[in-house]
Structures are given as structure tokens and as C-alpha cells.
């Protein structure tokens, strides 16, 4: 597992890409092993995650009559439904790839990817954290939420010219491939697995 101090170094890295800085791949490992490695992101999120958690937890409760109880199994299906936005995405994004025979850029997207999603799940948290313990600041959570949304596209966009060239057309439709299947999936398992709060 990447130490704290690998995890600031890749972060590093990312920034310095975001900013257009090409040293910014020294940061990373771009190899196969590292890509594997890039799914400890995974567990670098799960303090920020488990917050979501909760707070969607108590969310479903307040929706359903009082009797109702989650246990284990509510959080397994919320662990199923994270298990989905980590991995469906980059399959689609690889598959994108392999059509427009760009296949060769797979190993570093998924690994900036990954590690893009740390950051961006902890600002996550904070709103949570905001929304749970100030609740007249739900208006101002929205609001830093649809920030928080552009500024990861705009990252993410940056992010992958950097990688795969100044191709426009094809770049744009990579970003919304790795962030839109997230919102779908999240939404439709969500009420699939019966863990969506009634309207």
C-alpha cells in the first residue's frame, strides 16, 4: 500500500499536470504495478466515504417510516455501489481508448484517475460535514458542490490533454465517459438495491 508521503507525491504530481506541467508525470507511476497500486486510492478514500455514508444512511432513515433499521447489509450495498463508480468507468474510458486506438494511454489515465478521486471525495466529505453540522448551510453546500463538480471536470480535462494531446472533441467526451457513468450508476443501484430514499 502507497505511504502518506507516496499519496503527497502523487497528489504532487497531479497538481503540477493540472497546471499543465509535463514533470508532473515524474511524480507518478504510470506502470502497469502502478496502476494496480492505484486502486489503493480506494482505501486512502475510505474515511471520506464512510462520511458519505453515514450521512446517506441517516438521510434514509428520516425518509422512512419510524420502525425502519439499516444494519450490515444497508452498507453492503452501499460498498456494491462504490465498487461500481471505482471500476465501471475506467472500463468504459478503456474501451473508448481502444477504439480510437489510444490504448497505450489507459495505464496512466486510470492511475491519475484514481488518485484525483482522493482529493475530490475529502472536499466531498467537508460539505457532508458542513450540511450535517450547520443545516441552514444547505444552500451554500449546493452551491460549493457545483463548484466542486466544475473544478474536478475542468482537473480532469486538463489532466488528459496532458496525456492524450490536444484533441478537443475526443477529450471532452473522455471526461464525461469517466464522471457521467458515476452519477448514473450511483442513482439507478441505488434504488435498485433498495437503499435510495423514498419521494
Known amino acids: 500500500m ?16 493540472i497546471r499543465m506541467d509535463a514533470r508532473g508525470f515524474q511524480y507518478l ?9 492505484s486502486f489503493w486510492a480506494i482505501f486512502w478514500s475510505l474515511p471520506s466515504i464512510g462520511i458519505s455514508w453515514l450521512w446517506w444512511q441517516q438521510a434514509y432513515l428520516r425518509a422512512m417510516p419510524p420502525e425502519t433499521a439499516t444494519g450490515l447489509a444497508f452498507f453492503l450495498r452501499l460498498a456494491l455501489v462504490e465498487a461500481a463508480n471505482w471500476l465501471i468507468p475506467p472500463i468504459l474510458a478503456g474501451v ?4 480510437f486506438r489510444f490504448g497505450d494511454k489507459f495505464t496512466p489515465i486510470v492511475v ?9 471525495n ?7 460535514a458542513m450540511i450535517v453540522f450547520v443545516p441552514a448551510s444547505k444552500g451554500l453546500a449546493a452551491l460549493l458542490s457545483l ?3 466544475m473544478a474536478t471536470i475542468f482537473a480532469l480535462a ?15 467526451t473522455l471526461t464525461l465517459v469517466l464522471l457521467i457513468p458515476t452519477m448514473l450508476l450511483t442513482d439507478f443501484l441505488q434504488r435498485f438495491l433498495g437503499v435510495y430514499p423514498p419521494i
Not at 486538463?158 to 471532452?172: A, Q, S, V, W
Open 158 to 172: 486538463r489532466i488528459l490533454r496532458m496525456i492524450c494531446g490536444t484533441h478537443p472533441l475526443f477529450i471532452g
Open 112 to 120: 491519475t484517475v484514481n488518485w484525483l478521486f482522493v482529493p475530490a
Open 122 to 128: 475529502y472536499l466531498n466529505a467537508l460539505l457532508v
Open 147 to 149: 463548484v466542486l463538480t
Open 2 to 17: 502507497p505511504s502518506f508521503k507516496e499519496v503527497q507525491y502523487y497528489l504532487s504530481g497531479l497538481w503540477l499536470l
Open 96 to 99: 473508448l481508448l481502444l477504439v
Open 29 to 37: 507511476d504510470i506502470s502497469d504495478r502502478g496502476m494496480l497500486r
